[in-house]
């Protein structure tokens, strides 16, 4: 199966810069839409950013014009480049994934999710 592996995360002060990086590692025959996503404490999880596999990109209201999501297909790889971050923003970012893989020797197209990596921003 595919696991999704993020990093990047980690402690910045206010204003500043984080980038993420996504990985689908595996046996991937083709990535379709992909996203970031994110989770604070005692909320729901919420989307940030989507991006299709052609680039088509999109962003909610309260990143716009602020995060940058992008992809690299050779790598199977997903960014998401986040600029001048709030303490409001502190939660843990979760990547999502629409593969199409080889498992057990057949083709398998679903959803995959990482594990998550968890910024704070603070002082």
Same mark, same amino acid.
């Given at each position: $199966?595919? $696991?999704?592996?993020?990093?990047?995360?980690?402690?910045?002060?206010?204003?500043?810069? #984080?980038?993420?990086?996504?990985?689908?590692?595996?046996?991937?025959? &083709?990535?379709?839409? /992909?996203?970031?996503?994110?989770? %604070?404490?005692?909320?729901?999880?919420? #989307?940030? %950013?989507?991006?299709?596999? =052609? =680039?088509?990109? +999109?962003? @909610?209201?309260?990143?716009?014009?602020?995060?940058?999501?992008?992809?690299?297909? *050779?790598? !199977?790889? @997903?960014? #998401?480049? /986040? +600029? %001048? #971050? !709030?303490?409001?923003?502190? %939660? *843990?970012?979760?990547? +999502?994934? *629409?593969?199409? &893989?080889?498992?057990?020797?057949?083709? +398998?197209? /679903?959803?995959?999710?990482?594990?998550?990596?968890?910024?704070?921003? &603070?002082?």
């Amino acid at each position: $199966q595919v $696991q999704l592996v993020e990093s990047g995360g980690g402690l910045v002060q206010p204003g500043g810069s #984080l980038r993420l990086p996504c990985v689908a590692p595996g046996r991937i025959l &083709s990535i379709y839409r /992909m996203g970031w996503y994110r989770q %604070a404490q005692g909320s729901q999880r919420e #989307l940030v %950013a989507p991006i299709t596999s =052609g =680039g088509y990109t +999109n962003y @909610v209201d309260f990143v716009k014009g602020r995060f940058t999501i992008s992809r690299d297909n *050779d790598k !199977n790889t @997903v960014y #998401l480049q /986040m +600029n %001048a #971050l !709030n303490p409001e923003e502190k %939660a *843990d970012y979760y990547c +999502n994934g *629409d593969i199409l &893989s080889v498992y057990s020797g057949l083709h +398998n197209r /679903m959803q995959h999710w990482g594990s998550g990596t968890p910024v704070t921003i &603070s002082s």
